[in-house]
């Protein structure tokens, strides 16, 4: 018998309940901006070359130019096209530009935990420092938004075997760390559950444009895929799409160019489409009857 995680149990996307979303739509949208904060000349962190040794100016100050450009522009983005997002906040982030993620809460943006840091990663971490990191970094976005955040994302998406727990314990509703399924699902954790929200790793602007040097024009023909043929499927089913983004990444003037008829596509549909954010798809979830959402109780029993 293979070990476990014990998180969830399988089910088949094609013979679960179905639900929709409010005003009757099938699909809902959510767009994931992740603002990172790095240490220099030490510590871990995104390199768009062959690695340097430290300090690797290029890579720190290609990185910061997310907060001081990409983020800055992408927020006129979104205002352009009346997009909601969530912001994704390294919480280190208030120290170094609080202004920016400030201009985001003012136009109604969820703030969402991404740790302290992307310098470190929960992973490499032991129990009680990883209690700690998650607490700290929950603190300071409570101390500045006036409320602790709903959802979590850590750093490079690691965790350990304790971090589920730990981020229930700290009062998390919902993480974006598990891309399991294109629904949301309840996780079990030992003080009750946590919704896991779909967050792209397969189509992840980092993953695609850093780590396989996918072309821009590639990456969004792809997202235009990935909605279109969603878009179709929700009619038998409703799916969540997420559109994970990063500042110094899709915050470049000429991948947002391409970017930018990703999203005017999506708004032809915008009558047939949710777009929401993460907390408040959670919220949706949370209202849903036992046994409609994978992992709710009585869940098994509809099967």
Known sequence: MLKTHGRYDYSAISRRPDYSFPEGKRLAVHLSLNVEHFAFGEGLGNDYGVPQAQPNVRSF????????VGAWRLLEFADTYELPLELLVNTELYQYCPQMIAAFSARGDEIVGHGRTNAERQGDMALEQERTAIHEATAAIAHHEGQ????WLAPYISQTHDSLDL???AGYRYMMDWPLDDQPVWFNTRHGR???IPYAQDLNDSIEIVTRRTPSQVFCENLIDQFDEM???SERRPLVMSIVLHSFILGQPHRLRRFRKVIEHILRHRDKVWLARAGEICRFMESLPAGIVPGSEGYADRQ
């Open 231 to 233: 878009l179709q499927e």
């Open 61 to 68: 100050a290609w990185r910061d130019y997310g907060n001081r």
């Open 194 to 196: 946590i919704l896991a």
């Open 167 to 169: 981020l229930q314990e």
């Open 148 to 151: 602790p955040p709903m959802g």
